[in-house]
């Protein structure tokens, strides 16, 4: 069935380093697909988003790219801080059903 | 707009017992969801609304579970008896097409 599977963690990165988590997708067509970040103690909030091949999603330095050839998502950052410790997840629309389908979350710790 | 609103943010409970969390979604989204966050399974999905009506609660865990949207603006995720392993964090979302907004979310502690 249709699902989404990102790089497992936890990630541990020391401020400013180079941040890439893994997302790939199965579906038929092309959903649109989402990166969502939790803080501690928060609920999910939506860091970015791309609604079709090609299309770049990008907020807060984070960028993602809709990677149709490779069903790929992959999050970027190129200097990260660490207040962006955090639970990422990667998400694809689940089409006519109207829920979301959501991978399993990678935590990125950054030390000072 | 305020957001997604859920209350309590916090609740322990004893075994037993029931438990009624609640929920106030965003105005005009048409969809909301329930979902359940622990260390050891991660975020599932336990029910979601359409229009007030269940769409899909193939994610309830059991009949102790049960949810309600009487109405557009108000929904209840109730448990009956609680149990210790129902402790988690709950969450509801709502979404207006596809971007889905998360509220805060209910600690449920059951002793």
């Known amino acids: 069935g249709d699902s989404v599977t990102q790089m497992e963690g936890p990630v541990t990165l020391s401020e400013e380093a180079f941040l890439t988590i893994n997302c790939t997708y199965t579906?038929?067509?092309?959903?649109?697909l989402f990166w969502y970040v939790q803080y501690p103690g928060e609920g999910l909030q939506l860091l970015l988003k791309?609604?079709?091949?090609?299309d770049k999603g990008s907020n807060k330095g984070f960028e993602a790219t809709y990677r149709k050839e490779t069903t790929s998502f992959h999050l970027e950052k190129g200097s990260v801080q660490v207040s962006d410790s955090a639970v990422y997840f990667c998400?694809?629309?689940?089409?006519?059903?109207?829920?979301?389908?959501f991978g399993k979350g990678t935590k990125l710790s950054v030390k000072p | 707009d305020a957001g997604v609103i859920q209350s309590p943010r916090h609740e322990v409970t004893e075994m037993g017992q029931e438990v009624t969390l609640r929920c106030k979604p965003i105005?005009?989204?048409?969809?909301l969801f329930w979902y359940r966050q622990t260390m050891m399974r991660g975020l599932e999905l336990l029910i979601y609304?359409?229009?007030?009506?269940?769409?899909?609660d193939s994610g309830m865990p059991e009949d102790r579970f049960s949810a309600k949207m009487p109405n557009a603006s108000f929904s209840t995720l109730k448990i009956q008896p609680s149990e210790p392993r129902d402790s988690a964090v709950y969450f509801c979302?709502?979404?207006?097409?596809?971007?889905?907004?998360f509220g805060p979310g209910t600690r449920l502690t059951v002793t």
């Open positions: 979302a709502s979404s207006r097409g596809n971007e889905q907004y």
């Open positions: 579906a038929t067509g092309y959903p649109s």
């Open positions: 791309a609604t079709k091949a090609d």
């Open positions: 998400a694809r629309y689940g089409g006519s059903q109207g829920n979301l389908i």
């Open positions: 105005s005009g989204h048409d969809y």
């Open positions: 609304f359409n229009n007030n009506v269940p769409i899909d």
